[in-house]
């Protein structure tokens, strides 16, 4: 079975620039989740959909970030404009119920670079 | 929302020896604590996790305990070997993960 994969693995940009990560779940997993870590602290969540609806975006930082689920397969996050600080590492998460009864199968993660 | 604290933010111990990290949390309607280990380079994995209606549980050499009344967790790690070393994050969930910011664990031979 085939894991959750993300893509890029890396991404370099300029501030100001747009970039659109992608992340493809585990079918048949209903909840994807997005997170970030910058470099050192927690692996801070970002939101949840449960197959295209999003369940909880309380942690997306600001309007320049804008995820989408359309299908329910699939999901993008776009970073437009991006800024200095939204350089991290995107993981993507997914799992068959919520994160209280199932395990979250993590993404490799795409780690970003904003100079 | 959860918040999720956890300490120490590195360890290093010697092969062999047992390692232990803290984690405390805020909400108590966080029912499930997972623990994840990340391998450099390679994603996050779940190794152990507990549910709110066990105070411990273990899986040969980890091993993870949770007192709901102080609201914290426990990882111990026995008999500790050079491919433990990697970083190490508790989490809290009631529906989605909080995290803590990782412990570096690092395994001298």
């Known amino acids: 079975e085939a894991g959750v994969t993300q893509f890029p693995s890396h991404s370099v940009i300029e501030k100001g620039q747009t970039v659109t990560l992608r992340c493809d779940p585990i079918s048949g997993h209903d909840n994807l989740y997005w997170y970030r870590r910058v470099m050192g602290k927690e692996i801070k969540f970002l939101l949840h959909f449960v197959k295209e609806s999003k369940q909880d975006e309380s942690g997306m930082p600001n309007n320049r970030f804008l995820a989408e689920r359309t299908g329910g397969t699939y999901s993008t996050l776009k970073v437009q404009p991006a800024e200095l600080e939204d350089s991290g590492v995107y993981f993507c998460a997914s799992s068959l119920g919520d994160g209280a009864n199932t395990e979250a199968f993590f993404g490799q993660g795409t780690r970003l670079t904003v100079v | 929302g959860e918040n999720v604290e956890q300490h120490p933010s590195t360890l290093s111990v010697q092969e062999g020896d047992s390692a232990v990290i803290k984690c405390t949390y805020s909400d108590s309607a966080s029912n499930y604590f997972p623990w994840y280990k990340q391998e450099l380079g390679k994603r996050p994995q779940l190794i152990i996790d507990?549910?709110?209606?066990?105070g411990e549980k273990k899986d040969q050499r980890i091993a993870v305990t949770l007192n709901k009344t102080a609201k914290h967790f426990s990882l111990h790690i026995t008999e500790t070997q050079p491919e433990d070393s990697a970083v190490y994050f508790c989490a809290a969930s009631r529906g989605k993960l909080s995290f803590g910011a990782g412990t570096t664990v690092t395994v001298r031979a």
């Open positions: 507990i549910r709110s209606n066990v």
